[in-house]
T-cell receptor
Framework: NAGVMQNPRHLVRRRGQEARLRCSPM?????VYWYRQLPEEGLKFMVY????????ESGMPKERFSAEFPKEGPSILRIQQVVRGDSAAYFC??????????FGQGTRLTVV | AQKVTQAQTEISVVEKEDVTLDCVYE???????LFWYKQPPSGELVFLIR??????QNEISGRYSWNFQKSTSSFNFTITASQVVDSAVYFC?????????????FGGGTRLMVKP
């Protein structure tokens, strides 16, 4: 859905660098979700955020990954010291409370 | 734990054929949501439907229809008179009804190829 904006669409990082993925939710949406789609695998939930709060991060890898959704500005998914296994499509979705979520077009991260 | 199984990894049909994509789910929750999303070759995820577990009415939207059967834990998706533009990967998903209902557990997806 064009309303959820993710950038960049494609990101190339060398091993050991940091990757920052941005997500601007649809207007009026206060709930943001991040998902990861690894090659040849399905989509996996990573983290659920509301403004300034992490509600559920049960799907986030314990190390190197963090997410935030500040009061102002987009939600950020940050991956430190990237490794080849982090190469994937990262999708952000947003919703109102208890309504369906709409996804952005994704960010394709390639680690070389 | 929740689980969604899409047993058909790939389906190929000829244009104008009807096709049904199967989805079977497991959950211990009494209240939950079921979803279908479409991922065309361009890669984005397109929302198709969300269904509450209390609503077992079948739904029709144009050439798309959904059959929710709680007794068999299935939420199948049928495309009538398929078209080449329907070629995509289709994901079935499940979520608990709390936490805004959008922490989704996805199935592995079914790749549908519609040939002219």
């Amino acid at each position: 859905n064009a309303g959820v904006m993710q950038n960049p669409r494609h990101l190339v990082r060398r091993r050991g660098q940091e990757a920052r993925l941005r997500c601007s939710p649809m207007k009026g949406h206060s709930h943001v979700y991040w998902y990861r789609q690894l090659p040849e695998e399905g989509l996996k939930f990573m983290v659920y955020l509301q403004k300034e709060n992490i509600i559920d991060e049960s799907g986030m890898p314990k190390e190197r990954f963090s997410a935030e959704f500040p009061k102002e500005g987009p939600s950020i998914l940050r991956i430190q010291q990237v490794v080849r296994g982090d190469s994937a499509a990262y999708f952000c979705a947003s919703s109102h409370v208890n309504t369906e979520a709409f996804f952005g077009q994704g960010t394709r991260l390639t680690v070389v | 734990a929740q689980k969604v199984t899409q047993a058909q990894t790939e389906i190929s049909v000829v244009e104008k054929e009807d096709v049904t994509l199967d989805c079977v789910y497991e959950t211990r929750d009494t209240t939950y949501y079921l979803f279908w999303y479409k991922q065309p070759p361009s890669g984005e995820l397109v929302f198709l439907i969300r269904r509450n577990s209390f609503d077992e009415q079948n739904e029709i939207s144009g050439r798309y229809s959904w059959n929710f059967q709680k007794s068999t834990s299935s939420f199948n998706f049928t495309i009538t008179a398929s078209q080449v533009v329907d070629s995509a990967v289709y994901f079935c998903a499940l979520s608990e009804a709390n936490n805004a209902g959008n922490m989704l557990t996805f199935g592995g997806g079914t790749r549908l190829m519609v040939k002219p």
